[in-house]
């Protein structure tokens, strides 16, 4: 398959957030501000990124009766390196994003790229599948935490810019389905969707 | 290569060896991290002490059961000159809006508290997290405070502490951790354990 396609396809035509609106958990959960949101979504390209290229340089020693369970034990791994790592090394992001990281596992977009895609094509395409998708994930996240973070704290990236409390609703968790709804609303029709 | 087929010694063989390797590969990672992990909470922790009592040149650590609940907290005594200055005393409360909040609190050896910090929590995003001394002053107003004389308690309890605008739960289960911490230390406030073992 075209590579310029696949990437095409992972950051705008078929968006993980704004039109397969899959791994709705961290994006409603963490994207309380855009330093988070970013995070998690390096976080979540990089466990893609590594869990493609294993599953799909594994695919043919995998059984098909076994090929789910074994998918998650490989995710799973690369989800406790991501959380390890950042414990030991970005302690602040951890202590952000610490509850959220062990639910990449349970992320239905990474298991879902592992199983429809990496499975079924070669590395290269694999990879370059959970790279774009990651990508994808990663600006949608960083969107929504960015739309969040300056209408309800006004500031963007910790940095204040008006002064005062900001709108409250859009730190909580509401702010998150309306924010996400109208962003995916305005996204689909910059694509042409609907 | 030829997919393999899925047959039972096949499936059983291919589970051992995505597992065993994935176990492999993860204790290599935690033992890398293992180091720097436990530095930095430990480094975190130091610091919350120093930050919440005067200056000193000796720590002792001792737990102590508090009335209710039933995990103990951890005294730190701080001696300067072989003279008790001040106690650090890890506290916690389970009240919070997300549950578990933990926060040093720094007594003088009097019972005056001397300083509060937040240690862990998992409070609301912009209300709740004000308990924390770089999102706002909010805890400043322990500073000095005397539960002896004054009530741990928000003014909307009859007590004598400013509350959080939309975050009440919040600040009332920050002052059930103090006032644990407290509790704790006047039903233990016993000379002999608080002197500096030679």
Redesign the interface.
């Given at each position: 398959m075209n590579k310029i396609k696949i990437i095409k396809k992972g950051i705008i035509t078929d968006n993980p957030v704004f039109v397969l609106l899959l791994g709705l958990c961290p994006v409603l959960g963490v994207t309380?501000?855009a330093y988070n949101g970013f995070g998690m979504g390096l976080a979540t390209l990089f466990v893609l990124f590594m869990s493609n290229l294993v599953v799909s340089l594994?695919?043919?020693?995998?059984?098909?009766?076994?090929r789910i369970?074994?998918f998650i034990?490989?995710i799973?791994?690369f989800v406790?390196?991501v959380q390890?790592?950042m414990?030991?090394?970005l302690?602040d992001l951890f202590d952000a994003l610490g509850?959220f990281i062990p639910l990449i596992v349970v992320n239905c977009l990474v298991l879902g790229r592992s199983e429809a895609f990496a499975s079924k094509n070669d590395t290269f395409s694999a990879v370059t599948d959970g790279l774009a998708m990651g990508i994808g994930f990663t600006l949608a996240l960083t969107a929504l935490g960015g739309l969040r973070e300056i209408l309800?704290?006004y500031s963007l990236f910790g940095y204040s810019f008006i002064e005062g409390?900001?709108m409250?609703v859009f730190?909580?968790a509401p702010g998150a389905f309306i924010g996400l709804g109208y962003l995916t609303a305005i996204f689909l029709k910059l694509i042409g969707e609907r | 290569?030829?997919?393999?087929?899925?047959?039972f010694a096949?499936?059983v063989s291919?589970?051992l060896i995505?597992?065993g390797v994935?176990a492999f590969?993860?204790s290599m990672?935690?033992n890398?991290?293992k180091?720097?992990?436990e530095r930095?909470r430990y480094e975190?922790k130091q610091a919350a002490i120093s930050f919440v009592v005067p200056e000193f040149d000796q720590l002792k650590s001792k737990n102590f059961l508090p009335p209710e609940g039933r995990d103990s907290l951890e005294f730190n005594l701080a001696y300067k000159n072989g003279e008790l200055v001040g106690i650090a005393v890890q506290t916690y409360t389970n009240t919070g809006f997300s549950g578990y909040i933990s926060a040093m609190v720094g007594f003088y050896p009097d019972g005056t508290i001397y300083d509060v910090v937040h240690l862990e929590h998992?409070e609301?995003?912009?209300?709740g997290d004000k308990i924390e001394k770089d999102k706002s002053d909010w805890s400043d107003q322990f500073k000095d405070f005397d539960p002896s004389e004054k009530s741990l308690k928000l003014k909307q309890d009859q007590g004598d502490v400013d509350g959080i605008t939309?975050a009440t739960i919040t600040a009332r289960a920050y002052c059930d951790a103090i006032n644990r911490a407290y509790v704790t230390l006047t039903e233990n406030i016993d000379e002999s354990h608080f002197k500096l073992e030679e």
């Open positions: 309380t501000s594994i695919k043919n020693f995998i059984p098909n009766k076994v369970p074994s034990v490989v799973a791994s406790t390196i390890l790592t414990e030991a090394f302690p509850l309800g704290s409390d900001g409250l730190v909580l | 290569m030829a997919k393999r087929e899925s047959t096949n499936m291919t589970l995505v597992a994935a590969t993860l990672v935690y890398v991290t180091g720097p992990i930095g975190r998992a609301t995003p912009g209300l939309a």
